[in-house]
């Protein structure tokens, strides 16, 4: 491990490094700091987290800036994670180490007996690594078969059979918690950790330090701990051992976005969508308003909750069922449209936990709730909107295909000739790549025809992938 200081190649001795004046400090203290100059310097202290803004984050600042150990309880889906590994750019980059030293030893106050033997023996000239912050940070799921080892440690088998003695320190294991010694440590689910588990937690969260086996071992610990855990879990599968939550400097409650903005930047900033398909705003916004509306709907079990990650698969569903037409009809860049919507309620509806009450009628609620959503992101973009000249199409008893395998090629030379069809696309807010292009016309007109169809000023028939529009 190598780092430079100002364009400057670090210190790699003890002397040098005193000379260069380093000053050590806890990494409570480091994370303190360096939060106080983010926010000093109006820089961005938690990148990628949406909607906590004005909720959850400050609290996680004073949770930091108090010193805490803190646990983040909310329900899946809410970034709880996430927001846990953005905690790491809070540290120094770049730190020093006693090169080889299992619990990355400060060279100023090495704890551990091999770093204490090698720091009298070498004095200033003890060797210095340099420790980036990426490797500063640990992470844990608390599945059923973890043990105490895993987190703490234990006796190495295979050091004794070196022929070490049984008493001597250096054959013991060290866990997960002590390997990330001077860094910062997460327990996801925590209350999945059975109690006896949990138990080996105290010492860490109070006295800082670890003890293993029968060892007279007391290695003082620098860690932050950072724990999740969902509330079903924390009230009946599972629950944080009393000690342990008391042990705790703070709990934060997270939450799903509570705007409609946040919950459509959400989707665009996690969802992997290929760039040969345009999945035009208003469609993301009903799969937000889905969403949304699933996690309100008193047929879902609300304990489980609706994750995020909901609506991030609604999206790249729509996305592929565009791809699909694309290939198959051969448009070079394909748009997505209203009638890619619809296979998403039964990709998404093993993703839901429904009351015993719904069970039989989940595929039915979702279908409901789909088209509640899709008629309100009508009302939002096109309710003001004159829409004459699209009725008009039908005053004759024309009518107007569409549908999975139609093309929007094909969807516009069935329309013919429409007047006012460029305010219809402006109305939709395109941008500037997708806004002229056949597909995205076609998007546009369909959604209307389907808004005008959900308030019952049309009537839609469809059969097997074609759906025709009629008067």
């Excluded at 100059?37 to 803004?53: D, S, T």
């Excluded at 969902?230 to 051992?241: A, S």
Aim: proline share 6%.
């Amino acid at each position: 491990m190598s780092a430079s200081t100002n364009g400057h190649t670090a210190p790699t001795t003890l002397g040098a490094l005193r000379a260069s004046g380093h000053v050590h400090r806890p990494v409570k203290h480091e994370v303190r700091d360096n939060l106080l100059a983010r926010m000093r310097a109006g820089r961005e202290r938690f990148p990628g987290i949406v909607g906590f803004g004005a909720t959850v984050l400050p609290q996680v600042e004073r949770a930091l800036l108090a010193g805490h150990d803190l646990v983040l309880l909310g329900e899946r889906g809410q970034g709880k994670t996430r927001l846990i590994r953005t905690l790491p750019l809070l540290l120094d980059e770049w730190t020093p180490v006693v090169p080889g030293c299992p619990v990355n030893d400060h060279p100023y106050e090495p704890v551990c007996s091999r770093c204490r033997t090698l720091a009298a023996e070498a004095g200033d000239d003890l060797p210095v690594a340099w420790w980036h912050r990426d490797g500063r940070y640990g992470e844990k799921l608390a599945t059923p078969d973890t043990a105490v080892g895993d987190l703490v440690g234990d006796v190495d088998p295979v050091k004794l059979a070196e022929g070490r003695s049984l008493g001597d320190p250096e054959t013991v294991h060290y866990g997960l918690v002590p390997r990330t010694n001077r860094g910062l440590f997460c327990i996801n689910e925590l209350p999945d950790l059975a109690a006896r588990i949990q138990v080996a937690l105290l010492n860490v969260l109070e006295e800082r330090d670890i003890q293993i086996r029968g060892y007279a071992l007391r290695l003082p610990l620098d860690v932050l701990l950072v724990a999740s855990a969902n509330p079903e879990d924390y009230t009946n599968r599972g629950r944080i051992i009393t000690p342990l939550k008391d042990r705790f400097g703070a709990e934060i409650r997270t939450h799903y976005p509570h705007e409609l903005d946040d919950e459509v930047g959400l989707v665009h900033q996690e969802a992997d969508l290929v760039s040969d398909v345009v999945v035009p705003r208003h469609l993301v916004e009903t799969v937000a308003r889905f969403t949304r509306l699933v996690r309100a709907s008193s047929s879902v079990d609300d304990r489980s909750g609706v994750s995020a990650r909901f609506a991030v698969a609604g999206v790249e569903t729509v996305a592929a069922s565009a791809q699909r037409r694309g290939a198959l009809t051969g448009e070079d860049r394909p748009v997505a449209r209203v009638c890619d919507l619809a296979p998403i309620v039964d990709t998404l509806q093993g993703k839901v936990e429904f009351e015993v009450g719904e069970e039989g009628r989940e595929r039915e609620v979702l279908a409901h709730l789909l088209r509640r959503a899709t008629a309100e992101s009508f009302r939002r973009t096109l309710g003001g909107a004159d829409l004459t000249a699209l009725t008009d199409l039908f005053a004759d008893g024309g009518t107007v295909e569409s549908g999975e395998l139609v093309s929007g090629a094909a969807l516009l030379r069935g329309l013919g000739p429409l007047p006012g069809l460029a305010e219809l696309i402006a109305r939709l807010s395109p941008d500037e790549d997708t806004g002229e292009t056949p597909g995205f016309a076609a998007a546009a007109v369909e959604f209307a025809l389907e808004g005008l169809y959900l308030n019952r000023r049309l009537s839609k028939d469809t059969v097997d992938d074609r759906t025709v529009y009629r008067t």
